[in-house]
């Protein structure tokens, strides 16, 4: 009897232990959840933040990261596609049909809005945005009538100083970290460049874009011409001695001036034939073929969207692996 009762007791006991595990690992998996539970709240109350962004028309509220973006800049739809998002609305390009031949399978199905000169804001609206990207240059007159449909950011200018143009945008979009990856990526890649050009750097350059009945020389404030500065290319006598840090818009007479040891041009044509007409008038001109660097074979014909016309991002990095190929050098990335 004794001996029965000893052991029912210690049944007892071992009964009891289990329980209190068993309950002790319900009560670590519901602290576990709840602390999951609260993290993924901490994580959307995060990523539903307002943050102020400063830019050229002042300040600008933006809450969380954006989803439903509108983009009225060239520049800025290449931004905005290598931060990994697809507009739902952008300006059709200069070029192309609707867009650039370089990004138009990223753009499949996005609504075309006019030209970035002048976009269409009824149909921005009617794509109830959650952040419009702009530009001052070309939409300051309409900056009120954007910030009544949406957050709306504007980037100062619209030259070559595409760099900070993208860091605005990405801190507009959320996405800091990303676009600073994306620029030392960019920057890594130039200094590969550097480091192999070598000598090739004092070797110089000029960039020559021809266009419906004018032909220009883009300088030291334009977007190949700033990629050709951060490389540390040399530039030939006129880009030197110029006033226009933007271009100069020359005669056939001044195209002795344009000689360097090497030419890069391009042509803006709209559909019309008159940049090709104006490249191909030029370039049988004598005093073209009479330049050292056509003679000796160093001008190159290339892309005017990539090199020019683009001017964002994705275009700068397709202009630097274009220019390596020139300078014969391989990239490592």
């Not at 993924?40 to 943050?51: D, H, K, M, P, V």
């Not at 020559?208 to 020389?217: D, I, N, P, Q, W």
């Not at 110029?242 to 195209?255: C, G, N």
Request: hydrophobic share 40%.
């Amino acid at each position: 009897m004794n001996n029965w009762l000893g052991k029912k007791s210690v049944g007892l006991v071992i009964c009891a232990l289990v329980l209190a595990i068993i309950a002790t690992g319900c009560g670590a998996k519901a602290n576990n959840s709840t602390n999951k539970n609260e993290a993924a709240g901490n994580s959307e109350q995060a990523s539903g933040e307002t943050r102020v962004i400063k830019h050229a028309m002042g300040e600008t509220e933006i809450k969380g990261t954006p989803k439903r973006v509108v983009v009225l800049t060239n520049e800025g739809t290449e931004a905005v596609l290598a931060l990994g998002i697809k507009p739902v609305g952008a300006v059709q390009s200069f070029t192309g049909n609707p867009w650039y031949d370089h990004i138009a399978s990223e753009m499949e199905g996005v609504e075309v809005l006019g030209k970035e000169g002048q976009p269409n804001v009824e149909l921005i609206a009617g794509l109830q945005p959650d952040l419009i990207i702009a530009n001052k240059m070309r939409h300051e007159k309409i900056y009120d009538q954007l910030k009544a449909i949406a957050p709306t950011v504007e980037s100062e200018t619209l030259r070559g100083e595409w760099k900070n143009n993208f860091k605005l945008y990405a801190e507009a979009l959320n996405k800091t970290a990303e676009g600073d990856k994306l620029l030392a990526d960019f920057d890594a890649r130039i200094d590969d460049f550097k480091a192999q050009a070598g000598d090739k750097l004092k070797e110089t350059i000029s960039f020559v874009r021809f266009m419906g009945g004018k032909t220009r020389v883009y300088q030291l404030d334009t977007f190949s011409g700033i990629i050709a500065s951060q490389i540390g290319l040399a530039r030939n006598e006129m880009t030197l001695n110029t006033k226009e840090t933007f271009a100069d818009e020359i005669t056939k007479e001044r195209l002795p001036e344009v000689d360097a040891h090497r030419i890069i041009y391009f042509t803006y044509e709209t559909g019309d034939g008159k940049g090709n007409e104006q490249e191909k008038e030029w370039t049988n001109d004598p005093l073209w073929t009479g330049l050292s660097a056509v003679k000796e074979k160093r001008a190159y014909r290339v892309n005017d969207a990539i090199w020019n016309t683009a001017g964002g991002i994705k275009a700068a990095n397709l202009m630097l692996t274009e220019l390596a190929e020139i300078y014969d050098i391989k990239l490592k990335n």
